[in-house]
């Protein structure tokens, strides 16, 4: 089982996706590459939701966003969002997601995953601090045990040699 973790990018065009008929289909459809959600991430959100449809559980693991998640999102909603997601659909999500997906609260269970976060990275030649907010995403990657996923756009992200077998893409 292996859960895919949305950075807040890629959870922008996840939603466009989801909620777009011809596509995602509110996990009906397939994901596909789009400007923020990679090919690899379009294609294990699908093997989550298609393992879903066919079995009824989340053996095959769960799309996972952090609540901050959400905070970031709204804080660049318009820029992130660029009107391909309606409002008053998000909240109705947010209060019946799907059951192949959780949100993941942000709470005193990730303080041991943040001591695992390293403070910086080396990217493009120089080392670059962590931002906080990307913390948040890695510590609850890691919180969940080895062998998951971060979905993310950021080169800072992207470069970190995390422990635990999590793989950034």
Request: charged share 25%.
């Amino acid at each position: 089982m292996a859960d895919i973790i949305l950075d807040t990018n890629v959870l922008g065009d996840f939603f466009a996706q989801y909620f777009d008929a011809a596509r995602g289909n509110r996990g009906n459809g397939e994901f596909e590459r789009g400007p923020f959600l990679s090919g690899e991430a379009a294609s294990e959100i699908n093997r989550v939701t298609r393992s879903f449809r066919r079995h009824g559980d989340s053996a095959a693991g769960i799309v996972v966003i952090s609540s901050f998640a959400f905070v970031e999102l709204f804080r660049k909603w318009d820029a992130i969002t660029e009107g391909l997601v309606d409002f008053d659909r998000l909240r109705g999500f947010m209060r019946e997601p799907p059951e192949w997906l959780s949100i993941a609260p942000l709470d005193e269970e990730l303080v041991p995953s943040f001591f695992e976060v390293p403070p910086s990275v080396y990217v493009g030649g120089r080392f670059r601090s962590i931002d906080w907010t990307d913390a948040v995403h890695i510590a609850t990657a890691l919180s969940r045990g080895d062998g998951h996923n971060i979905a993310t756009t950021d080169e800072i992200m992207l470069g970190i040699n995390l422990p635990r077998r999590v793989k950034c893409f």
